[in-house]
C-alpha cells in the first residue's frame, strides 16, 4: 500500500483535522496514512509561540490514537530541527514508539520562516543559501531522523517572484544537503503540496534525480494535510515523478523503513 507519510491531526497546534476524518479521506483513496504531529520544541523563541506553540504531549497522543493505529493507520511525529532542539528531540521520540519521524526546517535564527520577518532586508540568494545551509547542518547534527521533510517548504512562504530552489543557482547547497541525507541514512521526503503546478514539479524533479544520482534510492510521499480534503493532494504526480527518476516509495513502521507497494 503506498501511504500519505506526512498529515497533521488537532496534535499540532496549526490543525483541527479530526483523526477519524483523515482516515475516512486516506480510506476513500486506497492509501494508507501516517500522523506526523508537530513539535517545535524551540517554538517558545518565536515570538509567534503565544498563538500557537507547536508542541504536543506524546503520551496523550498514544493513548488518544492507539486504537486506531494498524495497516491503515501509522503514528508519526514531525520535529523542527534547530541547534538548541537537538537533545529535547532526541528524548521527544523515545517517549513512545513512533512509527516515524520526519526533521524539518521550520524556524532559522528563531525566526518562523513562514512569517515575512526572515526574508526581510535579505535578497533571494542569502535567504536561500542561508536556508539550505541550515538544513544541511541540522540533518548532519540529528542523524536519528528517519526522514527529511518538504526541502521546497521555503518556497511555500517566501515572497521573491521566483520561488523555486533552482538546482542551477543552488547545486552546491543542494548537493550538500543531499550529500548529508545519504551520509546520516535519512530519506528524502517529496511534498505533494506544491505539485498542482508543472513548473514546480519540474523545478523538483532535478533535485530528486540529483538524489538518485548521488546514490538515494528511497522516497516518503507526503501531502503534509491540515485538512482532510488535503489527504493524499497530486499523489497521482509524485508517484509518477518517484517512478520516472527510478525512486522507490516507501514509509516507516517502529522506525523501520517498509516498501510502500
Ligand atoms: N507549520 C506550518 C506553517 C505555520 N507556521 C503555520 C506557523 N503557522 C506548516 O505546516
Ligand atoms: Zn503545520
Ligand atoms: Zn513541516
Ligand atoms: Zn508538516
Given at each position: 500500500m503506498?501511504?500519505?507519510?506526512?498529515?497533521?491531526?488537532?496534535?499540532?497546534?496549526?490543525?483541527?483535522?479530526?483523526?477519524?476524518?483523515?482516515?475516512?479521506?486516506?480510506?476513500?483513496?486506497?492509501?494508507g496514512?501516517?500522523?506526523?504531529?508537530?513539535?517545535?520544541?524551540?517554538?517558545?523563541?518565536?515570538?509567534?509561540?503565544?498563538?500557537?506553540?507547536?508542541?504536543?504531549?506524546?503520551?496523550?497522543?498514544?493513548?488518544?490514537?492507539?486504537?486506531?493505529r494498524g495497516e491503515a493507520l501509522l503514528?508519526?511525529?514531525?520535529?523542527?530541527?534547530?541547534?538548541?532542539?537537538?537533545?529535547?528531540?532526541?528524548?521527544?521520540?523515545?517517549?513512545?514508539?513512533?512509527?516515524?519521524?520526519?526533521?524539518?526546517?521550520?524556524?532559522?535564527?528563531?525566526?518562523?520562516?513562514?512569517?515575512?520577518?526572515?526574508?526581510?532586508?535579505?535578497?533571494?540568494?542569502?535567504?536561500?543559501?542561508?536556508?539550505?545551509?541550515?538544513?544541511?547542518?541540522?540533518?548532519?547534527?540529528?542523524?536519528?531522523?528517519?526522514?527529511?521533510?518538504?526541502?521546497?517548504?521555503?518556497?511555500?512562504?517566501?515572497?521573491?517572484?521566483?520561488?523555486?530552489?533552482?538546482?542551477?543557482?543552488?547545486?552546491?547547497?543542494?548537493?550538500?544537503?543531499?550529500?548529508?541525507?545519504?551520509?546520516?541514512?535519512?530519506?528524502?521526503?517529496?511534498?505533494?503540496?506544491?505539485?498542482?503546478?508543472?513548473?514546480?514539479?519540474?523545478?523538483?524533479?532535478?533535485?530528486?534525480?540529483?538524489?538518485?544520482?548521488?546514490?538515494?534510492?528511497?522516497?516518503?510521499?507526503?501531502?503534509?494535510?491540515?485538512?482532510?480534503?488535503?489527504?493524499?493532494?497530486?499523489?497521482?504526480?509524485?508517484?509518477?515523478?518517484?517512478?520516472?527518476?527510478?525512486?522507490?516509495?516507501?514509509?516507516?513502521?517502529?522506525?523501520?523503513?517498509?516498501?510502500?507497494?
Amino acid at each position: 500500500m503506498i501511504y500519505d507519510c506526512h498529515s497533521h491531526t488537532e496534535f499540532s497546534s496549526d490543525s483541527e483535522m479530526k483523526a477519524e476524518d483523515a482516515i475516512e479521506a486516506a480510506r476513500k483513496l486506497g492509501i494508507g496514512l501516517i500522523f506526523t504531529e508537530h513539535y517545535d520544541f524551540d517554538y517558545k523563541e518565536s515570538k509567534h509561540y503565544k498563538e500557537m506553540d507547536f508542541l504536543f504531549d506524546a503520551k496523550k497522543y498514544w493513548e488518544s490514537y492507539e486504537a486506531l493505529r494498524g495497516e491503515a493507520l501509522l503514528l508519526g511525529v514531525e520535529v523542527g530541527l534547530t541547534p538548541g532542539s537537538i537533545e529535547a528531540n532526541r528524548k521527544f521520540i523515545n517517549e513512545v514508539p513512533f512509527d516515524q519521524v520526519i526533521g524539518s526546517i521550520h524556524a532559522i535564527d528563531k525566526l518562523d520562516i513562514y512569517y515575512p520577518e526572515y526574508y526581510e532586508g535579505k535578497k533571494k540568494e542569502q535567504a536561500y543559501g542561508h536556508y539550505l545551509e541550515t538544513m544541511a547542518d541540522m540533518v548532519k547534527a540529528n542523524p536519528y531522523i528517519d526522514v527529511l521533510g518538504h526541502i521546497d517548504y521555503i518556497s511555500r512562504y517566501s515572497p521573491y517572484d521566483d520561488k523555486e530552489i533552482g538546482y542551477k543557482e543552488y547545486h552546491d547547497l543542494v548537493d550538500l544537503v543531499l550529500m548529508n541525507v545519504l551520509d546520516t541514512g535519512t530519506v528524502m521526503e517529496m511534498n505533494t503540496r506544491r505539485l498542482d503546478s508543472k513548473a514546480v514539479a519540474e523545478s523538483l524533479l532535478m533535485i530528486y534525480a540529483r538524489y538518485k544520482e548521488l546514490g538515494g534510492q528511497y522516497v516518503t510521499i507526503g501531502s503534509d494535510a491540515h485538512k482532510a480534503e488535503n489527504v493524499g493532494m497530486n499523489f497521482k504526480m509524485a508517484q509518477d515523478m518517484v517512478e520516472f527518476i527510478g525512486l522507490k516509495p516507501v514509509h516507516f513502521r517502529e522506525r523501520k523503513i517498509e516498501y510502500s507497494k
